[in-house]
């Protein structure tokens, strides 16, 4: 039997180039995906992709990060990190979903948030703190997928949902572990040790009550066998998305505000 990855292989596995991006899911389960762009204030941010499909009969509202497998393609898109534009065209979308109705699915795979002069310039904070206040508040079922890396607030901007679901070699955290070993110990060099205690895989996040189902991955990663990990996030969607299409628009928005207003909270032993 194999032994269990650590933390640092499961980044290594959900930073693979190969690894299945935001295309490669649009092809496989949304096939008439029509793509919607720009925000209506600066411009169009190709670092996110989001537009309408269909998902087994039913019009969604589908929107991403993106990351390309070249480095051709990653400089098309800056490497999966968006812009305030990208944030306000998925809020722009996002609020065209609530008029119609329509479930939101988003995927995410980003190293984070441009970080950028311009992006800052431009309202990167305002921005995706619009995004978490707007996503908090709307009435139909938002579903958000981590495909690979999920870190900060640039994925966040996308995760205010009702069900977070999770690759199993994805990982979800506050920044990334290059980051957290050079605030911590001065020293990027540690960032496997970091891995470690960042509390960022799957598995863990699925215990502490931050996410809500693990996706199954085949063995070594997606990238190794991509219809296998199509075939399971469809599986994984169709059941969330039954079970919160049974609910009404203010429960849907209330249980999404509790959901996160209920993560971190410890509770208090009485001494016997």
């Not at 002069?117 to 619009?130: N, T």
């Not at 496997?192 to 070594?220: F, R, S, Y």
């Not at 039954?242 to 909270?265: I, P, T, V």
């Amino acid at each position: 039997m194999a032994e269990p990855l650590t933390a640092a292989r499961r980044v290594s596995i959900a930073r693979h180039p190969q690894r299945p991006n935001m295309e490669d899911y649009l092809q496989a389960l949304f096939p008439d995906f029509f793509a919607l762009r720009g925000d209506r204030v600066c411009g169009e941010d190709p670092a996110i992709l989001g537009g309408i499909a269909r998902f087994h009969g039913q019009s969604v509202t589908v929107i991403g990060t993106r990351k390309g497998k070249t480095l051709e393609e990653n400089l098309k898109v800056n490497f999966g990190m968006p812009n305030p534009e990208g944030y306000r065209k998925a809020l722009r979308l996002m609020q065209q979903a609530e008029k119609f109705r329509r479930p939101i699915i988003t995927l995410i795979d980003t190293s984070g948030a441009y970080p950028g002069m311009q992006a800052e310039e431009h309202g990167q904070g305002e921005a995706i703190a619009r995004n978490l206040y707007e996503m908090s508040r709307l009435t139909v079922p938002v579903i958000a997928v981590i495909t690979g890396e999920g870190n900060s607030g640039g994925a966040l901007a996308l995760a205010v949902a009702n069900r977070v679901l999770m690759l199993e070699n994805a990982v979800y955290a506050i920044l990334s572990p290059e980051g957290f070993s050079s605030i911590l110990w001065k020293d990027a060099s540690r960032h496997e040790e970091a891995c470690g205690l960042m509390k960022m895989t799957a598995p863990e996040l699925k215990a502490m009550g931050v996410i809500d189902d693990v996706i199954p991955e085949p063995a070594g990663g997606a990238h190794l066998a991509p219809e296998i990990a199509f075939r399971e996030v469809e599986r994984s969607l169709l059941l969330h998305l039954s079970q919160l299409n049974r609910q009404k628009g203010s429960a849907l928005a209330a249980d999404r505000y509790e959901k996160f207003r209920s993560m971190g909270q410890l509770s208090r032993r009485e001494d016997v």
